[in-house]
């Protein structure tokens, strides 16, 4: 092997992309040692900082769910579709936000400051829903709530892209999309416990004390992750300088001499998002994307679909732990063998089928044990789903970074729009199965026909690009009697 060489190219057949000049003086042995370290040494200080955002992005955007099982409707005064507008109307500062958020912190390129002065942002945010006192006030706050937390979700896609390879990806994804998951399964415990122990105290009910401890450990833990996070491989300060090089070498080489984060300068604000708007195949994982996350506006509600089993209120918010928890562990298998076998399609649809399975059980029972199980692979089904539509954005929009960073927060915005309006499809005071609950089937339909038609245009397209590239070199190098045979 030459010494300009990676052995990853190589065993990939890739084009080879030279060794950067301060990696001149390693062996591919001492390079493919270093790789791993540095992978090692990201992994410890971005994935578990990143987990433990989305943990409090997750509890400070549903704590709602659980505030209305601790009284919050009754003591606000909250009439008809109120509550549901109040969690809608998040997802509406959420939608309008994500793209412009990208598009600075592509601007910036340290999302080390950028999202954890977001994340304080929304800790505040959260902790003063605690202090409203009406329903015009409860939702200027959750419309602020959903701009500012819009920002994380995307931005973090974009920041672990910016680090692993597409190989290395899909895994890492499900391991920080387990961040929301571990939330759900703990919000229901940590409410029974405010709920159970603190009503009453300072003076304040239960509900209130759920919105400001959240919100308050939410802009502690902001602080801690400043210091350990880092910013993308150019402007991280402490990487060493080989370190730095092999970061910024091993992208290159996964974009075949594509643009990436290699120099310093930051693109152009609105040149990625011009260049996703252009491409078909993002519009095709538009529905994708929206089709897996068709059902996600259940995370609100879900206390209340458990409650409709007739447990009282403690024993409703400890029975929505187990589900989470099974999606966190399905999420990263499903994830896991992804990458393994280089395969995006089976996963998302066969993830979305389990879905669609869940909701009829749960739709079509009153038996608390079968509506239960269906909870159990209802949960797992969505959100490995989504998730996994998303690593499938990534990964085709995966260079140049201006215009992926577009795609993750184009595609997750749009996804979101579904959760503004599927808040109405559970109102007040009804139980499973009501009569908008019959429609629910028809969500991870949607969405199992969506990756299906999406996944088969994507195709379609992949072999429309692979036969006008062959004709074009074949006019070039065929003589012209064989050209039309071509």
């Known amino acids: 092997m030459d010494e300009n060489e990676s052995c990853d190219s190589k065993s990939q057949g890739q084009v ?260 996703l708007l252009q491409d078909p195949k993002n519009w095709i994982l538009i529905v994708v994307c929206y089709g897996a996350a068709s059902a996600i506006a259940i995370n609100s509600f879900f206390p209340t679909i458990v409650k409709s089993m007739g447990k009282d209120r403690i024993t409703t918010l400890l029975l929505t732990a187990p589900p989470y928890l099974l999606a966190c562990i399905v999420c990263a298998v499903v994830a896991w063998n992804a990458d393994r076998v280089q395969e995006r399609f089976w996963h998302t649809s066969l993830s979305i089928a389990c879905a669609l399975a869940g909701f009829i059980i749960s739709a079509s029972t009153t038996g608390i044990g079968p509506r239960y199980f269906g909870a159990m692979i209802m949960l797992p089904g969505i959100y490995s789903g989504f998730n996994m539509s998303m690593v499938w954005t990534a990964n085709t929009n995966f260079r140049p970074v201006s215009k992926r960073a577009a795609a993750l927060a184009f595609n997750n915005a749009l996804a979101t729009i579904c959760s503004i309006y599927g808040s109405f499809l559970y109102p007040n005071g009804a139980e499973l199965p009501w009569p908008p609950s019959l429609s629910l089937p028809v969500l991870p339909f949607t969405s199992f026909s969506s990756v299906l038609t999406g996944s088969w245009n994507l195709g379609r397209l992949r072999r429309k690009l692979r036969d006008d590239i062959f004709l074009d070199l074949a006019s070039d190098i065929l003589p012209r009697e064989y050209q039309e045979t071509a």
């Not at 270093?34 to 990201?42: G, Q």
């Not at 009284?71 to 969690?87: I, P, S, Y």
């Not at 672990?160 to 390879?165: D, E, F, G, M, P």
């Open 16 to 275: 080879i992309s030279p060794k950067p000049e301060a990696l001149q003086h390693l062996s591919d042995e001492e390079i493919t040692a270093l790789e791993k370290r540095l992978r090692r040494k990201i992994d410890l200080r971005l994935l578990p900082c990143m987990i433990l955002i989305y943990i409090m992005n997750y509890l400070d955007r549903n704590a709602i769910g659980a505030a209305r099982l601790g009284g919050m409707e009754e003591d606000l005064g909250l009439k008809g579709n109120e509550f549901q507008t109040a969690v809608s109307v998040l997802f509406v500062g959420y939608v309008l936000m994500q793209v412009p958020s990208n598009m600075l912190l592509n601007k910036i390129g340290k999302p080390a400051s950028y999202l954890t002065a977001c994340m304080i942002g929304w800790g505040v945010l959260c902790a003063s829903t605690g202090a409203v006192h009406s329903f015009g006030a409860l939702t200027a706050v959750r419309f602020l709530l959903g701009f500012v937390e819009a920002a994380f979700y995307p931005g973090a896609m974009a920041t672990l892209s910016a680090w692993y390879v597409r190989k290395e990806l899909g895994v890492r994804t499900a391991i920080f999309y387990s961040g929301s998951l571990i939330s759900g399964a703990f919000s229901g415990l940590i409410a029974a416990g405010i709920i159970d122990g603190m009503n009453g105290v300072g003076g304040l009910l239960a509900w209130r004390w759920i919105f400001i401890l959240e919100g308050s450990a939410t802009v502690v833990i902001a602080f801690c992750c400043y210091w350990i996070l880092p910013d993308f491989p150019a402007t991280t300060k402490w990487l060493t300088e080989e370190e730095r090089a092999i970061a910024l070498w091993r992208m290159e080489v996964d974009a075949a001499g594509e643009e990436d984060w290699t120099a310093g300068d930051q693109q152009s604000l609105f040149h990625g998002f011009k260049l």
